[in-house]
Protein backbone atom coordinates (compact mmCIF):
# COMPACT_ATOMS: atom_id res chain seq x y z
CA UNK A 1 0.00 0.00 0.00
CA UNK A 2 1.68 3.17 -0.80
CA UNK A 3 1.79 6.01 1.25
CA UNK A 4 -0.64 8.22 -0.90
CA UNK A 5 -3.44 5.43 -0.24
CA UNK A 6 -2.68 5.24 3.46
CA UNK A 7 -3.73 8.95 3.44
CA UNK A 8 -6.25 8.35 1.41
CA UNK A 9 -7.87 5.21 3.72
CA UNK A 10 -7.48 7.81 6.78
CA UNK A 11 -9.16 10.40 5.29
CA UNK A 12 -12.21 8.06 4.30
CA UNK A 13 -11.99 6.73 7.82
CA UNK A 14 -12.01 9.77 9.59
CA UNK A 15 -9.13 9.46 11.35
CA UNK A 16 -6.29 11.83 11.43
CA UNK A 17 -2.98 10.62 12.18
CA UNK A 18 -0.19 13.23 13.69
CA UNK A 19 3.37 11.93 13.90
CA UNK A 20 5.48 14.33 15.95
CA UNK A 21 9.06 14.78 14.63
CA UNK A 22 11.93 16.33 16.05
CA UNK A 23 13.09 19.25 14.54
CA UNK A 24 15.58 22.03 15.07
CA UNK A 25 13.70 24.92 16.87
CA UNK A 26 12.59 27.53 13.96
CA UNK A 27 12.50 31.23 14.25
CA UNK A 28 9.50 32.57 15.52
CA UNK A 29 6.84 33.78 13.52
CA UNK A 30 5.58 37.15 12.82
CA UNK A 31 1.59 36.94 13.86
CA UNK A 32 1.16 39.83 11.45
CA UNK A 33 2.53 38.30 8.43
CA UNK A 34 -0.33 38.44 5.56
CA UNK A 35 -0.13 34.71 5.30
CA UNK A 36 -1.66 33.93 8.80
CA UNK A 37 -4.17 37.43 8.77
CA UNK A 38 -5.80 35.90 5.56
CA UNK A 39 -5.71 32.31 6.38
CA UNK A 40 -9.08 30.84 8.37
CA UNK A 41 -7.62 27.97 9.53
CA UNK A 42 -5.37 30.09 11.44
CA UNK A 43 -7.67 31.00 14.35
CA UNK A 44 -9.75 27.95 13.91
CA UNK A 45 -7.26 25.84 15.06
CA UNK A 46 -5.27 28.32 17.61
CA UNK A 47 -2.06 27.89 15.41
CA UNK A 48 -1.15 31.30 16.67
CA UNK A 49 -0.50 29.53 20.29
CA UNK A 50 2.01 27.39 18.75
CA UNK A 51 3.58 30.11 16.88
CA UNK A 52 4.24 32.03 20.10
CA UNK A 53 6.31 29.11 21.27
CA UNK A 54 8.32 29.43 17.79
CA UNK A 55 6.77 26.76 15.65
CA UNK A 56 6.73 27.56 11.99
CA UNK A 57 6.05 24.52 10.16
CA UNK A 58 9.82 24.07 8.70
CA UNK A 59 10.35 20.24 7.81
CA UNK A 60 6.84 19.39 8.15
CA UNK A 61 5.33 16.86 5.56
CA UNK A 62 1.20 17.32 4.97
CA UNK A 63 -1.36 15.23 3.35
CA UNK A 64 -3.76 17.09 0.79
CA UNK A 65 -7.17 15.25 -0.09
CA UNK A 66 -8.87 17.92 -2.14
CA UNK A 67 -10.89 18.11 -5.13
CA UNK A 68 -10.49 21.64 -5.98
CA UNK A 69 -6.87 21.94 -6.37
CA UNK A 70 -5.80 23.60 -9.31
CA UNK A 71 -2.51 22.62 -11.27
CA UNK A 72 -1.11 25.88 -11.86
CA UNK A 73 0.09 26.38 -8.68
CA UNK A 74 3.66 25.33 -9.40
CA UNK A 75 4.92 26.29 -6.14
CA UNK A 76 2.39 23.38 -4.52
CA UNK A 77 2.96 20.90 -7.17
CA UNK A 78 6.49 21.54 -7.56
CA UNK A 79 6.63 20.30 -4.15
CA UNK A 80 4.26 17.08 -4.16
CA UNK A 81 5.49 13.73 -2.94
CA UNK A 82 6.95 10.92 -5.59
CA UNK A 83 4.76 8.74 -3.46
CA UNK A 84 1.11 10.54 -3.71
CA UNK A 85 -1.52 9.21 -5.32
CA UNK A 86 -4.02 11.20 -8.00
CA UNK A 87 -7.67 9.54 -7.87
CA UNK A 88 -8.09 10.26 -11.63
CA UNK A 89 -5.67 7.59 -12.40
CA UNK A 90 -5.30 9.36 -16.55
CA UNK A 91 -3.85 12.60 -15.02
CA UNK A 92 -0.65 13.82 -13.57
CA UNK A 93 0.23 15.77 -11.07
CA UNK A 94 -0.31 19.32 -11.92
CA UNK A 95 -2.77 18.31 -15.09
CA UNK A 96 -6.18 19.78 -15.08
Do not use: N
Request: hydrophobic share 45%; proline share 6%.
Amino acid sequence: MTIGRVVLALAAAGTLAVAAVAAPKPKPVDPRKLELLLSWGIAHLDAQRVYRKGAAGEGVVIAMVDTGVSGDRKKLFARVSPYSTDLVPTRVHGEE
